[in-house]
């Protein structure tokens, strides 16, 4: 293959790596280019594998090692070359490099940090770089890692042993995932004490593939959180692929992801705990209702709050009411007093929500 049939291969195949809530935008007819969604602006990512072998088997993987599809690999030299071609073309804003394991952690992270070296060295390229680890690889993987990209990633996939077991039969939760994020913490600790800039770092969880329930979910991600300082936990609902032992699962819901994500966001932002999420009997999120909103009408008691005497934490319960609005409301107390809805409306909170909830 040529390099371009390379690409074109192996930059679709990065797909399943999630970049965010909406995942990517429109795809461009540029393979490996894809517009993704980040903090309300569209950043250009040349998005791609190393290599699309794997020596794992996940049953949920379109390159799991016993499925059948076009194999392929790119050199240190040809990805580098690839991505600075297109960004001398204006056509890409970032990288994102992940890949299937080749033989050992050590081996494919060595051909990975290799890619990013040429960039940063070869083609003096100083921009952004999202780098894959993979579980197992060394503390001196870790450390290069640290050192040359811009956000680092460890994929977690399943909160739970059995779970992962089920999902990933090659992978372990303890001696993979949780070993290298322990290093990945020592070191950025380490380097924050000298200060020394460090990448922030991100997970992602496959949602819907085994049989966890939403509570594993959010309890991990609140562990994750507060243990290692994680920048974001990214959730991607399952998707069948063909040729695999999941292949006639149903897709699970977007409903539901979406849901993992306000709680997620609740839990980050507004305050709340794991135990504070309405949860059923079988430890789902409601797909009706947003879980803030359900949360709200289980807390009578709670409400009415008086929204002009109510401290930050506070507003924050209300319903329509998110660190922007409440930092709005606060900042206009400062000022006058809130008689009336009418005030709330022309700082473009949504008062529709939060009127049964409040009083003056």
């Known amino acids: 293959m040529n390099l371009y049939e390379k690409i074109s291969i192996l930059g679709p195949g ?20 894809y517009h993704a969604n980040f903090n309300g602006h569209t950043c250009r990512l040349f998005k791609v594998l190393q290599s699309n072998y794997c020596q794992n088997n996940c049953h949920y993987c379109a390159f799991r090692r016993d499925r059948s599809c076009q194999r392929t690999s790119a050199t240190s030299e040809e990805m580098a070359s690839a991505f600075i071609s297109a960004k001398n073309r204006r056509l890409v804003d970032g990288l994102f490099l992940s890949s299937g394991i080749i033989n050992n952690p050590e081996n494919t992270m060595t051909e990975m940090i290799d890619t990013i070296q040429i960039l940063r060295k070869k083609y003096s390229y100083g921009g952004y770089i999202h780098l894959k680890i993979m579980p197992g690889s060394s503390p001196s993987i870790i450390t290069q890692a640290l050192k040359s990209a811009n956000r680092i990633s460890l994929n977690i996939e399943s909160p739970t042993e059995a779970g992962l077991s089920n999902l990933s039969p090659d992978k372990n939760l303890k001696t993979g995932f949780f070993n290298t994020l322990f290093e990945i913490k020592k070191q950025t600790k380490l380097n924050k004490y000298y200060g020394i800039k460090t990448p922030s770092v991100t997970t992602q969880f496959v949602v819907g593939a085994g049989n966890e329930t939403d ?48 709680s997620d ?34 807390h009578p008691g709670y409400f009415p709050i008086n929204i002009n005497q109510c401290n930050y934490w506070n507003l924050l319960k209300i319903p329509g009411v998110g660190p922007t609005s409440a930092q709005k409301i606060i900042k206009i107390r400062q000022i006058s007093k809130i008689n009336s809805l009418s005030q709330l409306s022309r700082l473009h909170i949504q008062t529709a929500k939060l009127q049964p909830y409040i009083y003056f």
């Open 215 to 262: 509570y594993d979910f959010i309890k991990m991600t609140h562990f994750l959180y507060t243990n290692f300082d994680l920048k974001r936990v990214f959730y991607s609902a399952f998707r069948p692929i063909s040729q695999t032992p999941l292949a006639n699962k149903p897709a699970a819901s977007l409903i539901r992801q979406h849901r993992l994500y306000q």
């Open 265 to 298: 966001f609740l839990m980050r932002f507004y305050g709340f705990s794991p135990s504070d999420l309405p949860l059923d009997g079988n430890g789902l999120l409601s797909e009706n209702s947003d879980p803030k909103l359900i949360w709200a009408q289980n």
């Open 14 to 33: 990065a797909q399943y790596d999630t970049c965010g809530p909406r995942d990517f935008g429109q795809t461009t007819n540029i393979p490996g280019v």
